[in-house]
């Protein structure tokens, strides 16, 4: 149980360019969803929690109108990263978790974006 | 201080062995307590939760807890090269927060 997919998997696009990310819980409703940066030999940094039906709250430093976040659906979340430039490369995460905060967070298998 | 603080290693044991991997946390408010294993290039899997003070056992890992000390470890009895990974602590704070530390990698040699 508490599989989250993430696709896709892996990205190579030029700059400029707009990338979507989706994660879903396949069997479970996630009432929260966590979108993560990772950079090489780092520790996963949180950019955001999302709530079903309600803006997304970013973490500090994280741009808001570059990463946009939609939460449509108990079992989907999206990140789009606007206008992605080299320095967006990254590992991209995204967790979910059913019910209250004390539980335990279930990740996807990451998205690998490399920006040319 | 950091939030979430783990030697980042290379914790090297031979197979076999009991591998100890530690952790310590500053928010006194702290609640929830996970450990992850990261494989490289892949993403963290849920390992062990502990919520109270003392041990728990789940299989070959044993997660300890204790507040008092605000420290958390973890130990994997009978370590197998399969192990061989990074082990991520992540502590919810009193602010509800998901911290994780930065890793200890984890080699274990047959």
């Known amino acids: 149980g508490a599989v989250v997919s993430q696709h896709p998997s892996w990205v190579i696009c030029k700059s400029g360019t707009s990338v979507k990310i989706e994660c879903r819980s396949l069997?479970?409703?996630?009432?929260?969803m966590f979108w993560y940066r990772q950079f090489p030999k780092q520790s996963l940094m949180l950019m955001a929690t999302s709530n079903e039906g309600s803006k997304a709250t970013y973490e500090q430093g994280v741009e808001k109108d570059k990463f946009l976040i939609n939460h449509a659906s108990l079992t989907l979340s999206t990140l789009t990263v606007t206008s992605a430039h080299p320095e967006d490369s990254s590992f991209y995460i995204c967790s979910a978790r059913q019910g209250p905060s004390n539980q335990p967070q279930h990740f996807g298998d990451g998205t690998r974006l490399s920006i040319l | 201080q950091k939030e979430v603080e783990q030697n980042s290693g290379p914790l090297s044991v031979p197979e076999g062995a009991i591998a100890s991997l530690n952790c310590t946390y500053s928010d006194r408010g702290s609640q929830s307590f996970f450990w992850y294993r990261q494989y490289s290039g892949k993403s963290p899997e849920l390992i062990m939760s502990?919520?109270?003070?003392g041990d728990k056992e789940d299989g070959r890992f044993t997660a300890q807890l204790n507040k008092a000390s605000q420290y958390v470890s973890l130990l994997i009895r009978d370590s197998q090269p399969s192990d061989s990974a990074t082990y991520l602590c992540?502590?919810?704070?009193?602010?509800?927060?998901?911290?994780f530390g930065t890793g200890t990698r984890l080699l274990v040699s047959p």
């Open positions: 502990i919520y109270s003070n």
């Open positions: 069997d479970f409703q996630a009432t929260t």
């Open positions: 992540a502590v919810r704070t009193g602010f509800q927060k998901l911290v």
